[in-house]
């Protein structure tokens, strides 16, 4: 039985703006998304965000809900609930504009969660950043952490306190996921290899950096490996990283993550599929653990 998770984080809509087409909109937030690739990926999770009790707030509640998602009452503190606008390029990529408020009501309680999973707006837009903060620090090493800062620079804004924001949660984690986007903004004048080596030499176990479709490079004290990232079709890259993220949070839930070689390279590859199949569907709709093994067969298949 894989360990219950404890999501915290931003859920909002995402409203897709493509060229051509009529807007959609979509369950999202990064947090969120995770949280809904983990129910889907059949794990226990709960989820504290920040809700209003109004149209949107309930279709995010039962859509996450219907995944197997526990959304806390208490996340239900907005007067109105957070929305971005995606504009999709042609090639697929999202661009986004926010309306975001983040707070957290009731203190946040750990329950039965043995792994934690942080990220996005959460970890870094006030007041409810300082909570989830208080929160981490005051559990200690009780959870098995997992952190993705998904930087947001327009929300963000200092690049200085999100440095210091990083390094304290990236301290304490088990796994850190950032993009490419994200390590190239927090530190551009450093390689990917040597941000690699500050968050390990700073007290991450493993480190996760996704490359878009160049695949991911995962690095951990006793080894360093690069994924590849086939993808046969792109519909938008919406959720392609929460996906990735969700995966590799399920692999610490499950079984903990390995730090060898062959351990990292099959959490990466597992991501990676799961990663494919979101990417060909429209907004952050996460896959199921059965069209996760589903892909691996098949590439496996191919493969041989």
């Known amino acids: 039985m894989a360990d219950r998770v404890l999501v915290v984080g931003e859920a909002l809509i995402d409203v897709v703006e493509r060229e051509g087409r009529a807007p959609e909109e979509h369950v999202g937030g990064s947090p969120a998304n995770v949280a809904l690739g983990l129910g889907r990926l059949g794990l226990p999770v709960r989820l504290r965000t920040a809700l209003a009790r109004d149209e949107r707030g309930r279709r995010i509640h039962d859509h996450l809900a219907a995944s197997g998602v526990e959304v806390e009452a208490e996340s239900f503190v907005l007067d109105r609930t957070s929305s971005a606008v995606a504009r999709i390029s042609r090639e697929g990529d999202a661009r986004y504009e926010f309306d975001i408020e983040w707070r957290i009501g009731e203190p946040l309680e750990l329950g039965d969660a043995h792994v934690v999973h942080v990220g996005s707006v959460g970890c870094f837009v006030e007041p409810g950043a300082s909570s989830v903060r208080d929160a981490l620090r005051a559990w200690g090493d009780r959870v098995r952490l997992t952190f993705d800062p998904n930087i947001r620079p327009s929300l963000i804004g200092d690049r200085e306190a999100a440095i210091r924001t990083t390094g304290e949660i990236a301290s304490a984690s088990d796994l850190i996921k950032l993009s490419r986007e994200d390590a190239e903004w927090l530190y551009p004048d450093a390689g990917?290899?040597?941000?690699?080596?500050?968050?390990?030499?700073?007290?991450?176990?493993?480190?996760?950096?996704?490359?878009?479709?160049?695949?991911?490079?995962?690095?951990?004290?006793?080894?360093?490996?690069?994924?590849?990232?086939?993808?046969?079709?792109?519909?938008?890259?919406?959720?392609?990283?929460?996906?990735?993220?969700?995966?590799?949070?399920?692999?610490?839930?499950?079984?903990?993550?390995?730090?060898?070689?062959?351990?990292?390279?099959?959490?990466?590859?597992?991501?990676?599929?799961?990663?494919?199949?979101?990417?060909?569907?429209?907004?952050?709709?996460?896959?199921?653990?059965?069209?996760?093994?589903?892909?691996?067969?098949?590439?496996?298949?191919?493969?041989?």
């Open 192 to 304: 990917l290899d040597d941000i690699l080596d500050h968050f390990l030499a700073t007290g991450s176990r493993v480190v996760a950096v996704t490359l878009g479709g160049d695949g991911a490079l995962i690095a951990s004290e006793a080894a360093r490996v690069r994924v590849a990232h086939p993808v046969e079709r792109v519909e938008d890259s919406v959720g392609a990283g929460d996906t990735f993220m969700a995966a590799l949070v399920a692999t610490v839930a499950d079984a903990r993550l390995g730090s060898d070689a062959e351990a990292l390279t099959t959490a990466g590859r597992r991501a990676a599929a799961a990663a494919a199949i979101t990417v060909s569907r429209a907004g952050a709709d996460l896959p199921t653990r059965e069209e996760v093994e589903r892909e691996l067969a098949r590439r496996a298949s191919e493969e041989r």
